[in-house]
Antibody, heavy 119, light 111 residues
């Protein structure tokens, strides 16, 4: 059974940093691209970043380029998202999602971890 | 700002059919990228409902069906049930943005 478990969210002051983690199990982690998708309060789903199975290629939405860094440790089956210079608009529930194939859909999602940016 | 447009809300009585539209452009649907659909209850994990325009993952009832034509796509729910009350999102890949895109989302209510 595929399981994705996010952690690392919390209350952070504007300008601060946070690293989110997503522990994966139930599939060969290194064989699949992974992504982070967020949902701000009262808003829709927004893809923010993706990474290839090997970790050699990373992708970012224009809205977050330069402040977010996605990475993975295939030996630990864990996906990461480093968020720097946090802004109020980064407040959201962050989901990790498993990619089925390149440029297609996300077949499994985690329950999400909440990031709140406030002073 | 999403590049895929959906109606904000739809409603129907139990047993009725509702259809959710998703309007894209030449850089996503028109560039032959597929549409996928998710069912989402806020605060929970989104669930894949339709992939590759019209395919259902194992376990998804055949009451759900999808289609795509040109720069538009749609999700139909027939025999609406109370458990179908949720938010629905379309998703694709956009070549101009070089990234995945989601629709604006549609809240389906069962009367």
């Amino acid at each position: 059974e595929v399981q994705l478990l996010e952690s690392g969210g919390g209350l952070v002051q504007p300008g601060g940093s946070l690293r989110l983690s997503c522990a994966a199990s139930g599939f060969t982690f290194s064989s699949y691209a992974m992504s982070w998708v967020r949902q701000a309060p009262g808003k829709g789903l927004e893809w923010v970043s993706g990474i290839s199975g090997s970790g050699g290629r990373t992708y970012y939405a224009d809205s977050v380029k330069g402040r977010l860094t996605i990475s993975r440790d295939n030996s630990k089956s864990t996906l990461y998202l480093q968020i720097n210079t946090l802004r109020a608009e980064d407040t959201a529930l962050y989901y990790c999602a498993k990619g089925y194939d390149v440029l297609t859909h996300f077949d499994f999602w985690g329950q999400g971890t909440l990031v709140t940016v406030s002073s | 700002q999403s590049v895929l447009t959906q109606p904000p809300s739809l409603s129907g009585a139990p047993g009725q059919r509702v259809t959710i539209s998703c309007t894209g452009s030449t850089s996503n649907f028109g560039a032959d990228f597929d549409v996928h659909w998710y069912q989402h209850l806020p605060g929970t994990a989104p669930k894949l409902l339709i992939y590759g325009n019209s395919n259902r993952p194992s376990g998804v009832p055949d009451r759900f069906s999808g289609s795509k034509s040109g720069t538009s796509a749609s999700l139909a729910i027939t025999g609406l049930q109370a458990e179908d009350e949720a938010d629905y999102y379309c998703q694709s890949y956009d070549s101009r943005l070089s990234g995945y895109v989601f629709g604006t989302g549609t809240k389906v209510s069962v009367l």
